[in-house]
């Protein structure tokens, strides 16, 4: 499996986002030149449920949506076990065996 994620996997993402209010969750937050809008990253807290052949992955995100990120994307990372810890509601809850 690419990069050794597994479905079940929780990974974060550090996403870069820009909007006129950055909210609480906003890091490394920067003003735009003319000050109209802020750039700032919000770290995503996902879970991995299904590896594709081509080096892919199917992630799932807290409110249902899904995503398809490359396994070898440098924002993407596996979740360290503290986060795992205090972030625990913010990950997407592991789906029952059907």
Known sequence: MPAGFQPGDVVVYHKQKSSVHPGPHAKDIEPAPH?????????????????????????????????????????LRRA??????????RFPPRKSAE
């Open 35 to 75: 000050g109209d809008s802020y750039s700032y990253f919000v770290d995503k807290f996902w879970r991995v449920i299904d590896v594709l052949p081509d080096n892919t992955l199917v992630v799932l995100t807290r409110r249902g949506k899904q995503h398809i990120i490359r396994a070898d994307d440098p924002a």
């Open 80 to 89: 360290y076990w503290w986060e795992r810890l205090l972030f625990w509601s």
